[in-house]
């Protein structure tokens, strides 16, 4: 079973910036695509941003030209930087495939914008 780990979430003021990491325990992305998912309290998971295979990048439209993601293919690392940052922003972050998520999900990390 392939390992997700999310970090580097934390507490920051509106139009902060946070930068998120994701582990994964093998390497799977010049296979699949891979995404950030988010889910805020009382909604559903929503993807919000996604790198395929080739580099192609993909964001929902309330968080682009805010974030971007990467990865290091060398580190099986998956980032998201998040650029003013917004309470709505605020969230548990997930990593996993962009299409056909594993039925499982790593711990998340809880991103809360708020003064």
């Known amino acids: 079973q392939v390992q997700l780990v999310e970090s580097g979430g934390g507490l920051v003021q509106p139009g902060g910036s946070l930068r998120l990491s994701c582990a994964v325990s093998?390497?799977?992305?010049?296979?699949?695509?891979m995404g950030w998912y988010r889910q805020a309290p009382g909604k559903q998971r929503e993807l919000v941003a996604a790198?395929?295979?080739?580099?192609?990048?993909h964001y929902t439209d309330s968080v682009k030209d805010r974030f971007s993601i990467s990865r290091d293919n060398a580190k099986n690392t998956m980032y998201l930087q998040m650029n003013s940052l917004k309470p709505e922003d605020t969230a548990v972050y997930y990593c996993?495939?962009?299409?056909?998520?594993?039925?499982?999900w790593g711990q998340g990390t809880q991103v809360t914008v708020s003064s």
């Open positions: 996993n495939k962009a299409l056909s998520p594993y039925p499982y």
């Open positions: 093998k390497n799977i992305f010049s296979i699949y695509p």
């Open positions: 790198i395929t295979s080739g580099g192609s990048t």
